[in-house]
């Protein structure tokens, strides 16, 4: 079997990357525009350095692929505020070329990476995926924007597709760095280094974590079933504040860091979880759990300053 990864060489398509050694031949298209070389150090793979815009790249990366897993866009909703038209080009122009050059490869199945960003600050808990999205980003519309057009494939085209919505992924390589970053590698970072961790706000908010383990476990059981078509949420299904989060990375790490509170920030969501029972319905499960995956994350970010 032959996989393509585009944005192969970030957080999450490197652990794609990495689930498929000794098991597929793997190609990464990456520009590295928010990826890293470092998160594909020691894993085999063919590397083709471009952009999803390249038409030519793409179909030089598409060529002789059976499944495609589809995780290069803007990330950042913070960036997409400050640069909507490159995000609308990178995610939904992009996307449609991936989808394009797919079909004329005849690809088995393409996955998006959507995000559980198109909800909005809807305050409905759990999410479900017949919710009406509420987009609040460019980042969110693009992502809604390519789920209709991967669906409009698949219904029109015939090429089979899934979009998954993802909650909020953690797990080693993610970057703490980023002006951008999440809350857990920022956390981690400052607590191995015994510096204050800032929490927006009182801390009550939540959120619903999962362990990238298990956002690759639902990717590939997607790409696997190729009748599996429309939208999945993929998250644990349980919340957690973020207080909470902090807490925990402190005991982990064993940490002197303390708890600093900063002003909330406007349009911060309050509460978000998944329901993920379509997706446990047709047949996957999470093998992990936020305890497991915090643990390895912080053993992951302390080897690093070892």
Not at 51 to 70: C, F, N, P, T, W
Not at 181 to 192: D, N
Request: glycine fraction near 10%.
């Amino acid at each position: 079997m032959k996989v393509l990864v585009t944005g192969g060489a970030g957080f999450i398509g490197s652990h794609v990357v990495e689930h498929f050694q000794g098991k597929a031949e793997v190609i990464v298209l990456d520009n590295f525009r928010s990826g890293h070389r470092r998160n594909l150090a020691g894993l085999q793979h063919t590397l083709i350095e471009g952009s999803i815009l390249d038409r030519a790249k793409l179909d030089e990366a598409m060529r002789g692929v059976d499944q495609v897993y589809h995780l290069a866009a803007m990330i950042s909703v913070p960036e997409s505020m400050l640069k909507p038209r490159e995000c609308v080009d990178l995610n939904v122009t992009g996307t449609l070329h991936v989808l394009e050059a797919a079909e004329a490869a005849r690809v088995r199945k393409v996955v998006l990476a959507s995000s559980a960003a198109v909800y909005g600050d809807n305050p409905t808990v759990p999410k479900v995926e017949t919710m009406l999205p509420e987009p609040k980003s460019p980042y969110a519309v693009t992502k809604l924007d390519g789920e209709y057009y991967l669906d409009l494939f698949r219904r029109e085209r015939g090429l089979a597709t899934t979009s998954l919505r993802f909650f909020n992924v953690f797990g080693p390589r993610q970057d703490p760095k980023s002006p951008y970053a999440a809350a857990v590698p920022i956390f981690i970072e400052k607590a191995v280094k015994g510096e204050p961790i800032g929490i927006f706000g009182d801390g009550e908010q939540t959120r619903d974590f999962i362990y990238v383990k298990d956002i690759i476990g639902a990717l590939t059981f997607a790409a696997n079933n190729p009748d599996m078509g429309g939208v999945y949420n993929v998250g644990y299904g349980r919340k957690m504040t973020v207080k909470s989060l902090a807490e925990e990375v402190i005991r982990l790490t064993g940490s002197t860091s303390l708890i600093e509170h900063k002003p909330e920030r406007p349009g911060d969501i309050k509460h978000s979880m998944a329901s993920s029972d379509k997706l446990q319905q047709a047949g996957w499960q999470p093998r992990h759990s936020v305890a497991e995956g915090l643990g390895a994350t912080v053993a992951y970010f302390k080897s690093l300053k070892a």
